[in-house]
């Protein structure tokens, strides 16, 4: 079974860039489909990114396409979520997820890390 553990977030101005982490642990990796979402408070958990247990597809959310890059080293044990242009409306906890299915519905995820909070200030 599979554990994840965020990092990487932070406060960064408007414009700035920031670089996600996510590591997992367990020997069953490389089989699991990995997600990014985001929750903002008051708001409901959205997706953010996703990629295929080998890297081969990818797919972003409408809002953060062209800035956004979701990628993956199997031989680390990580996700990475780069994140450039960054806008006041990214600020929200960032979440990996882990799961059998590659899907942007949170529901399809099996398990998720602890988040990491993102901030950008104007």
């Known amino acids: 079974q599979v554990q994840l553990v965020e990092s990487g977030g932070g406060l960064v101005q408007a414009g700035g860039s920031l670089r996600l982490s996510c590591a997992a642990s367990g020997r069953t990796f490389t089989t699991y489909n990995m997600g990014w979402f985001r929750q903002a408070p008051g708001k409901e958990r959205e997706f953010v990114a996703a990629?295929?247990?080998?890297?081969?597809?990818?797919n972003y959310a409408d809002s953060v396409k062209g800035r956004f890059t979701i990628s993956r080293s199997n031989g680390k044990n990580t996700v990475y979520l780069q994140m450039n242009s960054l806008k006041p409306e990214d600020t929200a906890v960032y979440y990996c997820a882990a799961g059998s299915v590659y899907s942007t519905q949170p529901s399809h995820y099996d398990k998720w890390g602890q988040g990491t909070q993102v901030t950008v200030s104007s």
């Open positions: 990629i295929s247990w080998n890297g081969a597809i990818t």
